[in-house]
């Protein structure tokens, strides 16, 4: 079983839509969650990081945990255009990350 | 303030060469990472370092080696490249476990 499994889209949505991503995963020991964006041909950059269950809001982006189901989402609100990229979930375990097959998302304006 | 820096860019090899992907980050982070990354399958740990001298296998070592002499930098080196190894190659740091990981920039590698 993976540790991270990610929905692979991809996802096309209107500008202005409400966008939920979603990550569930495996190993239920002490860890970190994070959202990173990736923009084509470019690093992923750090967007949301939690490590308790319940929402973490900055801005238009509320990241969720559920531990009891073992799911991540991210919420984007109000989405732009300059939203589109693909977005990863990952988790931290110790000393490794692991890393979702990321969602990619178009934002149509 | 660079942060993770990864060079080369792009790079073209033939099958059997070798060649070493360099990363330096100048943030005094202990913890360093080397992913690569394919269409569709996310992010792969190939191997990581806690600190200078101390490196361990991530989830697809084989192929790669890595040594980490000093704190700044963890070389990455391919030493038979395989068209397998067509990728993009992502270095990463943290000071500490548990931190946030900074990404460099990336090196497109394609194996011919």
């Known amino acids: 079983q993976k540790e991270v499994e990610q929905d692979p889209g991809p996802l096309s949505v209107p500008e202005g839509a409400i966008v939920s991503l979603n990550c569930t995963y495996s190993?239920?020991?002490?860890?970190?969650f994070m959202w990173y964006r990736q923009y084509s041909r470019k690093g992923p950059e750090l967007l949301m990081y939690t490590y308790s269950s319940g929402n973490k809001e900055d801005g238009r982006f509320t990241a969720q945990v559920d531990k009891s189901s073992k799911y991540i989402s991210l919420f984007i609100r109000d989405s732009q255009p300059s939203d589109s990229a693909t977005y990863l979930c990952?988790?931290?375990?110790?000393?490794?990350?692991?890393f979702g097959t990321g969602t990619s998302l178009t934002v149509i304006p | 303030n660079a942060g993770v820096t990864q060079t080369p860019k792009f790079r073209i090899l033939k099958i059997g060469q070798s060649m070493t992907l360099q990363c330096t980050q100048d943030m005094n982070h202990n913890y360093m990472y080397w992913y690569r990354q394919d269409p569709g399958m996310g992010l792969k740990l190939i191997y990581y370092s806690v600190g200078a001298g101390i490196t361990d296998k991530g989830e697809v070592p084989n192929g790669y080696n890595v040594s980490r002499s000093t704190t700044e930098d963890f070389p990455l080196r391919l030493e038979l490249a395989a068209p397998s190894q067509t990728s993009v190659y992502f270095c990463?740091?943290?000071?500490?476990?548990?931190?946030?990981?900074?990404f460099g920039a990336g090196t497109r590698l394609s194996v011919l």
């Open positions: 190993n239920s020991a002490f860890q970190y």
């Open positions: 990952g988790k931290n375990t110790g000393n490794q990350f692991y």
């Open positions: 990463a740091s943290i000071l500490a476990g548990g931190g946030i990981q900074y």
